[in-house]
C-alpha cells in the first residue's frame, strides 16, 4: 500500500538526516522524508496522522536463538530460590506427579548459579529426590547442569569417559575421577544421544513452523524486524524458518550462524553454510556466518582470564579456550577466502586479546598476499575487556554485539568469586569501546521459553540504560539503583536506539537495505504508543508498538 504518516516524531537513525515528521511508503520503500510542508506526492497515498507519536526504523536483535526456544518449551520450571531443599522438594512432587511412563526424562530449569557457593551440586543430593530416572537441572547462566546418578548411567559416563574439550566442556570430578554431577557448558550433548536410545524415548524438540512460529510472533510484535540467529545446529530450524517465510507469517529478515569447533571442521562447516544459503535462502533469509565459542563464562569460573581466577579453588586457573591464537587465524584466513563471515562468543580478557591478535594476524596475512578483506567479524558478550584492548575492534574493523538485558544483574553476583572486585566493577565497559569508535549491537540471547519475555527490545533497553533488573532487584544497600557502582556503565538510549537500529543492521550486512529510514530504504518501521525518550525510564519495559511496519505492510497492529 501507498501510505504517508505525517505530524510523526521521526527518528530516522540516519546521520545525514537524523528527524523528520513525515515519511511516505510506495511499493514497499520509503519514497519521503522529511518535513510535511516539503510534501507533494499527490493523492494516491492513504495519509494517517499519528498525532506527534514517535517513530523508529524497525528493530534489530543481533543475537538471538529461536529454535532453542522452540525446543525447550518442555521443559519445567523451577522455583526461584537459595534454598537447596525447597529444589529438591519441588523435583521429588514434581517426579512424583509424573511417572516415568508419563515422562521418561525430566528436564528443570533454573537453579541460581551460586546455589552451592565454592561447591558442587552431586548427582547423591540429586538422587535423593528421584532416582528412578535420568534428571537434568539446568543453573541460571545456562552454562552449568547438574544431574543425577540415571543419568550419568544411561549416558554411559564414568571416570574412564575423557571430556571431551578439558577445562570447558567437562564433567567436575572426585579425587579418583568420577563424575560428581556436575557438568560444565553443554557437554552432556555429546552423549546424550545414547541416553534417549537407551530409554527409547526422545523429547519433544521438534522444530516445525508451528513450534517456531510463537517466537517469530513476539517477536514481530514487539518492533522485531530482522534478527541473527546464533546457532543453528538442526536443519528442520532453516526448513520452519522458510516454510513461515513461503506462507507470509516469517515478517522479518533472519540470518541463522551453524557452529565450527575447530580447524579441522572448518572446510565441512563452510560446505554447510553454502548449501544451507543454497536450499534455504531468499531475500529474507541468509546463511553466510559461522558461530565458534571461544570459551565459557565469568559465572560459571571457566572465562579465560589474563590473570588467574580469584576463587581460593581455581588456584593459577586461568580458564580454557576452544583454540589459540594461530589456530582462530588460520580460521579466519579461510573465511576470509570463502567469504563466510564469523560470530565469535567470547566473556573473559583472555578470550577477547586472544580474538583481537587472531583478526590482526589474519587481515595482516591477507594484506601480505593482496587479498581483499571480506570477513565481518562479531564479538558476542565480550563481558570483560582489558583497558589496554578497548579500542582494538575500532581498529580492526569488528562489530561488538552485547546482550542489553544482562545489565542489571541478570546473573546477579556469582561472576564476582572468579574475577574479584576489581574485575567485577569493570565487567560491561560498552561505553569505551563505543566511543573508540567501534560498532555496538543490542540483542537478547534468550535461549529458552522460560526468559521469552526478556527478548522484547524495550525491556533490554531499559535495563541497559538504568543498569536494573526490574524482575530481579538489586540489594540497593550495596550497589544503589545500579549493578556496577559507575554511572559510566551506563548506556545512553540514543547509544541504544541506535545499535538497535542501523548498527544492527550492519552486522547483519543488510543496511543498505533496512536499519534507517531513508529514502530508497524498504518500509521497515514502527509506531510506538509513547516515546521512550520523555517518559519515566522505569517505564520503558512497557512500551509497545502500535503498529509494526514490514517490507511496507503493517504486521502488527494499526496506524
Known amino acids: 500500500m501507498d501510505i504517508v504518516l505525517k505530524n510523526a516524531t521521526v527518528c ?89 511412563e508419563e515422562m521418561p526424562f525430566l528436564y528443570f530449569e533454573y537453579y541460581p548459579s551460586s546455589l552451592f557457593g565454592e561447591g558442587h551440586p552431586t548427582k547423591e543430593l540429586l538422587d535423593g529426590a528421584i532416582s528412578d530416572r535420568p534428571v537434568l537441572c539446568q543453573d541460571f547462566s545456562e552454562h552449568s547442569h547438574w544431574v543425577n546418578s540415571k543419568m550419568l548411567e544411561l549416558m554411559g559416563i564414568s571416570a574412564a569417559t575423557p571430556d571431551p574439550v578439558p577445562g570447558l566442556e567437562m564433567f567436575e570430578r572426585d579425587e579418583l575421577g568420577e563424575p560428581i554431577g556436575h557438568l560444565r557448558e553443554n557437554v552432556h550433548l555429546h552423549f546424550i544421544e545414547r541416553m534417549y536410545a537407551e530409554l527409547g524415548w526422545w523429547p519433544p524438540t521438534a522444530l516445525t513452523p508451528d513450534s517456531m512460529r510463537p517466537f517469530f510472533r513476539f517477536m514481530s510484535e514487539h518492533g522485531v524486524t530482522a534478527l541473527f540467529d546464533a546457532l543453528v545446529d538442526d536443519e528442520d530450524a532453516l526448513r520452519s524458518v522458510a516454510e513461515l517465510d513461503a506462507t507470509g507469517e516469517l515478517n522479518l529478515y533472519y540470518e541463522g550462524a551453524p557452529r565450527f569447533r575447530t580447524l579441522d571442521d572448518l572446510p565441512e562447516s563452510i560446505a554447510t553454510v553454502r548449501r544451507y544459503q543454497a536450499t534455504y535462502g531468499s531475500d529474507r533469509i541468509r546463511i553466510r556466518t ?107 574493523g569488528i562489530i561488538v554485539n552485547w546482550t542489553a538485558h544482562w545489565s542489571g544483574g541478570y546473573f546477579g553476583e556469582e561472576a564476582k568469586k572468579y574475577l574479584g572486585n576489581e574485575r567485577w566493577n569493570r565487567m560491561y565497559a560498552f561505553n569505551d569501546i563505543a566511543a573508540s569508535g567501534a560498532t555496538l549491537t543490542f540483542s537478547s540471547d534468550v535461549v529458552t521459553h522460560y526468559e521469552l519475555n526478556r527478548a522484547n527490545p524495550f525491556f533490554g533497553m531499559q535495563v541497559a540504560r538504568e543498569r536494573v533488573d526490574p524482575q530481579y ?43 534507517s529510514i531513508e529514502v530508497g530504504k524498504v518500509a521497515n518501521l514502527i509506531v510506538l504508543n509513547e516515546n521512550p525518550f520523555s517518559i519515566d525510564p522505569d517505564r520503558i519495559r512497557e512500551i509497545r508498538p502500535a503498529a509494526v511496519v514490514f517490507e511496507g505492510r503493517v504486521v502488527f497492529g494499526s496506524l
Open 12 to 100: 530516522t537513525s540516519d546521520d545525514q538526516q537524523p528527524s523528520a515528521d513525515t515519511v511516505a511508503v510506495r511499493d514497499g520503500r520509503f519514497v519521503f522524508v522529511g518535513q510535511e510542508a516539503d510534501w507533494s506526492g499527490g493523492n494516491s497515498f492513504t495519509v494517517h496522522d499519528l498525532g506527534g507519536r514517535l517513530v523508529l526504523p524497525g528493530l534489530v536483535d543481533s543475537h538471538t536463538h529461536p529454535s532453542l526456544v522452540a525446543a525447550s518449551q518442555w521443559h519445567v520450571r523451577l522455583p526461584w530460590t537459595d534454598d537447596v531443599d525447597e529444589l529438591l522438594e519441588f523435583i521429588r512432587d514434581y517426579g512424583e506427579a509424573h511417572p516415568p
Open 290 to 396: 559461522l558461530k565458534l565459542f571461544l570459551d565459557g563464562t565469568n559465572e560459571s569460573g571457566n572465562s579465560a582470564l589474563l590473570e588467574p581466577h580469584s576463587s581460593d579453588r581455581c588456584g593459577d586457573n586461568r580458564g580454557e579456550t576452544q583454540m589459540d591464537v594461530d589456530e582462530l587465524t588460520e580460521c579466519l584466513v579461510q573465511c576470509n577466502r570463502s567469504d563466510v563471515d564469523m560470530h565469535i562468543h567470547m566473556v573473559g580478557d583472555r578470550a577477547f586479546r586472544i580474538a583481537c591478535d587472531a583478526v590482526q594476524a589474519a587481515r595482516a596475512r591477507a594484506a601480505e598476499a593482496a587479498e581483499d578483506w571480506r570477513t565481518q567479524v562479531t564479538f558476542a558478550h565480550c563481558e570483560l575487556v582489558d583497558p589496554a584492548d578497548m579500542s582494538r575492534p575500532a581498529d580492526l
Open 473 to 515: 532487584p538489586l540489594d540497593s544497600s550495596r550497589h544503589p539503583r545500579s549493578v556496577r557502582p559507575s554511572d559510566a556503565s551506563k548506556l545512553s538510549l540514543e547509544r541504544l536506539v541506535k545499535g538497535y537500529t542501523i548498527d544492527g543492521a550492519r552486522q547483519l550486512r543488510i543496511d543498505d537495505l533496512a536499519g
